[in-house]
């Protein structure tokens, strides 16, 4: 661990203040709760908002995975982890199983999560309304009284004129059947997964100051219209490394004429299907 | 066969081991010290202090050297020294009254008691680039307190003395609004006076936001973008008529009372500069005509800052003045909200980080909906997204 | 031991980890409504161990608190160890401490948050007879797969049907830590309880 910082880099006071708002997020599920975020020695919009959340729940008994597109070894995923095996001493590890703590960013992992599993997303912009209503004074009323109807018009507009909602990541949401929420920029595939999740979710933005949560078995809807019912992406091809026919999959283009090749954004989820398929063949 | 591609960590390093070799440049050369960074390129220290909210010369001399002379890298290396300090105590407000300045004019006031003084400007050089300065060799220095040719200022700057204030004590020269406000033409500074000011590093902004907020907001705010909100109300959005009422620079004393003394000691000593800006004049039928003020302030010798901070400050008030509002400069949640170069460089930048599982998203939706329309179905091969299921 | 040495024990001897730890248990009861917990750091006088691990881990000196009958014993303990100021009104209280129902106002006097900032409201830690033994709540809400029980020993049925009464509030309302010594369980605004008739031992 490196001298001359607190535990996990947070101050005391800090981490308090920051837990003060993790559990007001947690008693009102959905809601943006604000809080006092402080500069980090990484970037905003770099996950600041996540390692804040992070930085104030872990503990010396943790283990902690660190994601960005689901894959663990992406270079801001790497410079989070060494972060906090720098500042907290903290076990880190690749697999889903094993982590009780999971910081991502942009997915959420194949592998189900499970109870007592804490996950923490980082979010670039919280607020659900933004791109309809800039103001924070004007999103703040609507969410107070539940008007969401803006959001349906804006869906239904998508519907007429792409004959689809043309929403393909953050996904908005309506938690507990209250409060309308973004889901951070995870693909509409990973939504479902949030419905009832066992984990908690903790969602953390830095830079625009909010701090949100989804309890366990918590209902989380994905917005749509009785005749466009919400639907998830999913590909004809199969991962191409481990053959998973059910996970989110990355294009990669593979040589100049543009050729393409399709494998799994979760890295931990693919090289543990090779690993029991060449287990297999081995035996 | 493809092979995802690892090794972030290594690759992490080298780029540490690159922007090392990169910062030292030619090791032939001598390397830079802290002094000379400090003493030399004074400027880029100030705005580093005044943006980074952190008044250490030596420290932001070391933030400017360690990020290569990228001023809003450093900025951010300082902020987040900063944000890791405890706070020990709240000073008492500076007293800028009570500043010996090193410059100080006024553009309302031909002369005035404390006279103008230039002090150490580039208002009047002619930027011609000085190839002595290359040859290693400084341009005489000018005898202090005189400017290099005389400026549209008639007087020569006069000593300040200290006997010349009004009020007779050991203070700097009388305001220039004073003037103005002993004859009630001028509104009193609109602050609320209260002795518990929010700390915006400390409460998120909410809105409305007030004024010692917006303040704190715009004393860390870009200089650029300032500047930019700033002239655009020069230019009409947002018009204020303004006069640049006094602008001083000097050093001020700072000041804490210990709870267990009782009484205030000083604690040190910073360099500010602020600016007292004059603005058209409100009024009604029940109150009569007066000006209005803007204010602005800056760690150091930050001239330009100032002056667009109290630009910003005064076009933010317009709501409060009932004036129209609509224009950039006059909305709070726009201006409070994008002033801050740590937080938008963050987020700028941030594109460059992998998006491609968003990306895949889009790429997918957008294959979707070409399939279902007619003409891109007969030009378009099988989209590679076999699309959606329930 | 005098009182002054008295006050100024039962901190933690390790804050950084100590309050981790129980806040890590605070966070999962409260994403967890039904599930009880033990926080076993050290009684002070007025506080139960658990109520004190809260103080010790949430307050400071932004969050005004209100001590509620005999918990003012607390008073100096947690001006010492948390630096919080006390709230002589509850309604401006970010945490409020009551070693039973009968030492409460009426629930809606606390600060129950605005529509536009349901946060800013009062967490209240109240001392019950047991948790585990008494009468047999039925939860249900987020957090909770389904149903979950819970029992409860020394709040009333008045009290209950108050607390219910703030559901129609919501966003506002009122999030509970219920404390019986070492063991605590949380009860968030969401949670919905029904209180059985028959009780469980």
Known sequence: ?283 | MYVAVKGGERAIEAAHELLAQARRGDPQVPELTLQQVSGQLSLAVDRVMAEGSLYDRELAALAIKQARGDLIEAVFLLRAFRTTLPRLAVTRPIETGRMAPRRRISATFKDLPGGQMLGPTFDYTHRLLDFALAAGASAAPEPAGVPAEPGPMPRAPAAVDPAADVNGDARGPARALAFLDAEDLIERPPMTGSDDPPDITRDPLAFPAPRAARLQNLARGDEGFLLALGYSTQRGYGRTHPFAGEIRMGEVEVEIVPEELGFAIVIGEVTVTECDMVNQFAGSATEPARFTRGYGLAFGEGERKAMAMALVDRALRADQLGEDTGAPAQDQEFVLYHSDNVEASGFVQHLKLPHYVDFQSELNLIRRIRAGTPRAVAAEPEPAAAGEED | MTAAAAMRTGGFADPAAESQAAFRTLLDVLARPGRIAELKSAAVAGLSPAASSVALTLCDFETPVWLGGACAAAADWLRFHCGAPLAVDCGTARFAFAPGIADLPDLDLFDLGSDEFPDRSTTLVLEVASLGRGAALTLSGPGIAGTASLAVAGPSAAFWQARAALGALFPRGLDLFLTSGTQIAALPRATRVEVSPCTSR
């Open chain 1, 1 to 283: 661990m490196i001298a001359g910082y607190n535990f996990a880099y947070l101050d005391e006071q800090t981490k308090r203040m920051i837990r003060r708002a993790i559990l007001k997020a947690t008693a009102i599920p959905g809601y943006q709760v604000p809080f006092a975020s402080r500069e980090m020695p990484l970037p905003y919009g770099w996950g600041t908002g996540g390692i804040q959340v992070t930085a104030s729940i872990i503990g010396r008994g943790d283990t902690l995975k660190v994601i960005d597109q689901g894959a663990d070894d992406t270079t801001n995923a790497v410079s989070i982890r060494r972060f906090f095996a720098r500042t907290a001493g903290v076990r880190t590890t690749e697999r889903t199983r094993e982590a009780s703590i999971i910081q991502t960013r942009h997915r959420i992992p194949e592998t189900p999560l499970r109870e007592g599993q804490i996950i923490v997303f980082q979010v670039p912009i919280p607020e659900p309304l933004r791109w309809l209503e800039p103001r924070e004074r004007e999103t703040r009323r609507m969410h107070a009284h539940a008007d969401y109807g803006a959001m349906y018009v804006k869906l239904y507009e998508d519907i007429a004129r792409y004959g689809r909602i043309a929403t393909g990541y953050d996904y908005p949401v309506v938690v507990n059947g209250r409060y309308l929420m973004r889901p951070s920029p995870i693909p509409k595939f990973d939504n479902p997964k949030l419905d009832r999740l066992p984990a908690l979710a903790l969602f953390g933005a830095g830079r625009e100051k909010r701090i949100y949560a989804v309890p366990p078995h918590t209902p989380v809807k994905s917005l749509d219209f009785e005749d466009h019912p919400f639907r998830v992406e999913s590909w004809r091809e199969r991962c191409a490394l481990c053959g998973s026919g059910s996970s989110f999959l990355d294009e990669i283009v593979v040589d100049d004429s543009g050729r393409r090749m399709f494998v799994c954004s979760d890295t931990d989820y693919c090289s543990g299907r090779r690993a029991k398929r060449s287990g297999a063949e081995a035996a």
